[in-house]
């Protein structure tokens, strides 16, 4: 990772792991200094980083003693980020960061008209699914669009195989089914 930085900065990284921090956040703090623009280090799926990765970041960002940063970093993951963060051995990296976002999941009704904005990308106006199946979906899904999306293929998958026109609660449930294995 930050060789990475690094090297996306136009610098040749440090052959050392011990030097590559500093030479990271230096390259990062030059970037600030020499053009007038704030880097932003965004790092996705962050719940995978182990722990010394982590701790990588928080060297990155333990510039000029906390007086400032000279650029944003994002850890972008699952819920499961957070929880590790509250470890003791990543206590230091938890009390760096400024702000937390949660994205909770859609309300029911946004679901539905998730599910129908989608249907009408793929070119079908008419109802595909029935009141009940998005309802079985949402609460199975908590309204998160990657769930949204799995279990809604599945139903389509589940009441194709049974010749149906229309996603039913018994195909929605289907699918539920499929996707937890139960």
Do not use: W
């Not at 109802?127 to 309204?143: C, M, Q």
Request: negative net charge; proline residues 4%; aromatic residues 4%.
């Amino acid at each position: 990772m930050l060789h990475h930085i690094v090297s996306s900065l136009g610098r040749t990284p440090s052959f050392y792991t011990a030097t590559l921090a500093p030479q990271a956040a230096e390259a990062l703090a030059a970037e600030h200094a020499e053009r007038g623009r704030t880097p932003i280090v965004i790092i996705d799926e962050a719940h995978l980083l182990d722990t010394a990765q982590l701790e990588a970041v928080r060297m990155l960002t333990n510039h000029d003693m906390d007086s400032g940063s000279p650029f944003a970093t994002l850890l972008v993951g699952q819920p499961t980020l957070r929880q590790r963060l509250k470890l003791g051995v990543l206590a230091a990296l938890d009390q760096r960061i400024g702000m937390r976002c949660t994205l909770a999941g859609m309300p029911r009704e946004d679901t539905g008209n998730y599910i129908t904005h989608h249907l009408r990308l793929a070119g079908r106006d008419d109802t595909l699914f029935s009141d009940d199946a998005i309802t079985v979906i949402h609460n199975a899904s908590r309204g998160y669009p990657r769930a949204v999306n799995n279990l809604a293929v599945l139903a389509l998958t589940a009441a194709f195989a049974r010749k149906q026109a229309l996603v039913d609660e018994k195909a929605a449930r289907a699918a539920v089914t499929e996707n937890t294995g139960e």
